[in-house]
DNA sequence: TACATAAAGAATAATCTTTATCTATTAAGT
DNA sequence: ACTTAATAGATAAAGATTATTCTTTATGTA
């Protein structure tokens, strides 16, 4: 297991052994429900508490650790913050995937036709991957 | 009021004046979360049941008379199904518009590159409406 | 390296939020 | 008008999230 001390404390959170593992289970799947984070969770601390999940959770987001991805029928995932992107979702198996797409261009346009100042999207495709035509 | 009894039978759900008063009150408001739903069918229906609420929200979507809409730090909202759009979240004033954005050639596109049959968008745009800047 | 302290974890209670159950009422077809 | 299946309301139950309390621990400092 990579240590995620440095990680965790550039965001002004202490270094758990419960919270390296979050981040590393984060790492490891991409994208976590909190239900899947617990039990993932449970099988290295038999002791942890629903609770320490979700204090965690909220805090990492609180400090940008983390974001929530909201999916259409489905409850939200939780991934580690990194670079603008979109998400695919296949309505199928349920499989998550990151996609880098370009909207500056798109955002441009929509802003000015709108007067909105937009500086955030979030962008869920679904349909059926590769495997579930 | 305009009577949405045909409405609602189309969609195979009885119309009763409760329903009636839902698709009314979406008609009017655009975009309502559950809570908000209760508090004006409240003013209606004064022995109004929670319960009833959700009922009739589940099946609603159940029947694709209604589509809900997750929104990045806020609760769900619900909306009458219309033609496929995105939406435009004000993060300072919450205020929610529809905006018809032409996303078939981007999805055109990503949809070879990563050979995922996509069928459906949620794209929320967040920022600062004309009002908040 | 040990100490002090603020923060975090576990256990569990409390608070939402949503769904299920039960009975009386009602929409809709005949 | 009558019959019947579906719905509304009341409320209990279940599920999800947050708060509380006490014990333990990470981290900065001596």
Redesign the interface.
Known sequence: MINYTDTLREHKLKATPQRIAIVDALLLNGHMSTESLYSIMLAKFSSISLATIYKNINLMLENSLIY?V???HAKSVYELTKSSHSH?L?KKCGNI?D?A?DLEA??DK??K??????????????????NC?
Request: aromatic share 6%; net charge negative; charged share 25%.
């Open positions: 929530e909201k999916l259409p695919l296949c995937e996609v797409i798109l955002v929509i802003s036709i709108t007067e909105f100042q937009i500086d955030k999207t979030d962008f869920v495709l679904s349909g059926n991957c590769k035509h």
